[in-house]
T-cell receptor, first 113, second 115 residues
Framework: QKEVEQNSGPLSVPEGAIASLNCTYS??????FFWYRQYSGKSPELIMS????GDKEDGRFTAQLNKASQYVSLLIRDSQPSDSATYLC?????????????FGAGTQVVVTP | GAVVSQHPSRVICKSGTSVKIECRSL??????MFWYRQFPKQSLMLMAT?????????EQGVEKDKFLINHASLTLSTLTVTSAHPEDSSFYIC???????????FGQGTRLTVV
């Protein structure tokens, strides 16, 4: 059974602080990795994609990938109340079927003013 | 990013009836579409993968006769929940990817309530 694991939270973060989210995956052949943000009752929204080891930064978000450890993380700097949502880690192990994603259960983030 | 439109956003139906959900790619050709289901407080679970012009591939445990998927064109896939029951009440989400895409784009989701 291929799995994507995340801490369910909630992760409480003071406004302006850094939120750190972790994700591990079991399929060593996984090719691409994504972080989605999902507000209650809404569809997931893509925040970051990462395909190679190392860091990738986009605005206040930084994704980190370590394929050897089968670990991907997301940092949210200068957290804002609008960042309060559930963050889903998703993994794709099928380069011939982009978009076929396996999701983690999600980490709920609560940013407190 | 590419736009995927899903309709309806909410639907309430009576037990035993069928409901059709549409997923359209508005500005790209979606060679592959995916259908997910999400129960409250749970993550998205892939139900099936559909490729334009061919039969859908269903994930283990998903009844293909209950969840009918049609992907007749490069811009439209439909999911029909047949003989719906209250346990089918869920949030259904489609996503689509094209030949030039390295990611999939999600529709807005459909909240189905069966009463």
């Amino acid at each position: 059974q291929k799995e994507v694991e995340q801490n369910s939270g909630p992760l409480s973060v003071p406004e302006g602080a850094i939120a750190s989210l972790n994700c591990t995956y079991s399929d060593r052949g996984s090719q691409s990795f994504f972080w989605y943000r999902q507000y209650s009752g809404k569809s997931p929204e893509l925040i970051m994609s990462i395909y190679s080891n190392g860091d990738k930064e986009d605005g206040r978000f930084t994704a980190q990938l370590n394929k050897a450890s089968q670990y991907v993380s997301l940092l949210i700097r200068d957290s804002q109340p609008s960042d309060s949502a559930t963050y889903l880690c998703a993994v794709n192990g099928h380069p011939d079927s982009w978009g076929k994603l396996q999701f983690g259960a999600g980490t709920q983030v609560v940013v407190t003013p | 990013g590419a736009v995927v439109s899903q309709h309806p956003s909410r639907v309430i139906c009576k037990s035993g009836t069928s409901v059709k959900i549409e997923c359209r790619s508005l500005d790209f050709q979606a060679t592959t579409m995916f259908w997910y289901r999400q129960f409250p407080k749970q993550s998205l679970m892939l139900m099936a993968t559909s490729n334009e012009g061919s039969k859908a591939t269903y994930e283990q445990g998903v009844e293909k006769d209950k969840f009918l998927i049609n992907h007749a064109s490069l811009t439209l896939s439909t999911l029909t929940v047949t003989s719906a029951h209250p346990e089918d009440s869920s949030f259904y989400i489609c996503s689509a990817s094209g030949t030039l895409n390295t990611e999939a784009f999600f529709g807005q989701g459909t909240r189905l309530t069966v009463v």
